[in-house]
């Protein structure tokens, strides 16, 4: 069974980044988010859950995922944007599982936006975050994604947890500001990885 890591970081951090230098290494990937995604519009146990809680019209009659629909029930209605999570969480956990253990790398990578605020790391053996200055992020976040200003960039910044917090519940913390640097850094972490593996 492979060893398994973590690879997290606020919006804007460079995660996607990241996770694209260890895929040229040959680790494989989990990104939770399009998995969470694929799960929702697929997965018939949580597609039942789903509708159980939030109603039948969150699901079209083509069985499709109603987007517009389940996120106009649950805008700005925090226990309902709970009580989503509690039941997309462990079902992404439970895939991420299953996933990781018919791979057959020594390390595998679960890419995530939130691991410490789901409980994602007691599943994991280490995590890494990657950390860039908020300025940097917000910037980032304005060039790459026209439908965002950066009052709805620091309010996504504001769901997450401090950086600082992250870096200190993190086993690896790689910094994002310096392009030279970064490759050299996951390089490092790899080696780390790998031998932490063979143990
Ligand atoms: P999100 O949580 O929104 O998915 P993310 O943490 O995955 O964000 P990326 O998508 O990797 O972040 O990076 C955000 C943007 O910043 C991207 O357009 C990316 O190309 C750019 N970027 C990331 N790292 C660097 C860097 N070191 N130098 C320049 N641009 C960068």
Do not use: C
Request: aromatic share 6%.
């Amino acid at each position: 069974k492979p060893l398994l890591v973590g690879l997290t970081g606020g919006i804007g951090s460079g995660k996607s980044t990241v996770a694209k230098v260890f895929q040229i290494l040959n680790i494989p990937i989990y990104f939770a988010d399009d998995r969470a995604k694929w799960l929702m519009a697929k997965d018939e146990g949580l597609k039942h859950k789903i509708k159980s809680e939030f109603g039948e019209a969150v699901y079209n009659e083509d069985g499709s995922l109603n987007r517009k629909h389940l996120a106009a029930e649950v805008f700005a209605d925090d226990q309902k944007i709970k009580a989503l999570n509690n039941l997309v969480h462990p079902a992404v956990r439970e895939d991420f599982s299953i996933w990781a253990s018919s791979q057959s790398a020594p390390y595998v990578l679960k890419e995530a936006a939130l691991i410490f605020e789901t409980g994602g790391d007691k599943d994991l053996d280490k995590v890494i975050n990657v950390s860039s200055p908020l300025k940097v992020r917000v910037s980032r976040i304005l060039m790459r994604d026209a439908h965002r200003d950066e009052n709805q960039v620091n309010d996504i910044i504001d769901m997450q947890l401090p950086d600082e917090e992250k870096n200190s519940k993190s086993d690896f913390v790689i910094k994002n500001t310096d392009n030279k640097l970064l490759i050299p850094q996951v390089l490092q972490i790899h080696q780390k990885l790998l031998l932490e593996a063979s143990v």
